[in-house]
């Protein structure tokens, strides 16, 4: 499977009004092993791959084209932290700031999350 950032190069035609983005991991064993199957934390970061993911999304936000993008757990360990640095990179790029998550995620920690561990809520 291609890195998702060389898929914009492969794919410059666009024929639908929807997107999908699947981001998964490339050895399910071994981040199965590295995680011991608890998924509360990042454990291979992959910022080139959230960078690609946003600005695949930003452009096809701009050709009014709506992106849906499943996330999974071998991706980089936790879905839901990946989505929320997903998230945050995409507020970066639209302020031109440093990351941080948006109001959606106020349910989790900020310093935590964009660092890649979920608190532990008690």
């Given amino acids: 499977m291609p890195h998702i950032g060389d898929l914009p190069a492969r ?3 666009v024929t639908t009004d929807i997107s999908v983005l699947r981001l998964h991991g490339s050895d399910r ?4 092993k590295r ?3 608890v998924w509360s ?3 291979d970061p992959q910022p080139g791959g959230l960078t690609a993911a946003s600005r695949i999304i930003r452009a096809n936000a701009s050709r009014k084209v709506l992106t849906y993008v499943n996330v999974n757990n071998h991706f980089e360990g936790s879905a839901p932290l990946t989505i929320a640095r997903l998230a945050a990179e995409l507020g970066r790029q639209a302020e031109g700031q440093p990351a941080r998550l948006p109001p959606a995620f106020d ?3 900020q ?3 964009t660092e890649g561990q979920l608190s532990d809520p008690g």
């Fill in 29 to 32: 064993a071994d981040i199965e």
């Fill in 111 to 113: 310093a935590s999350a």
């Fill in 41 to 43: 934390r990042v454990v």
């Fill in 11 to 13: 794919l410059r035609t």
């Fill in 35 to 37: 995680t011991g199957k």
């Fill in 107 to 109: 349910c989790l920690d």
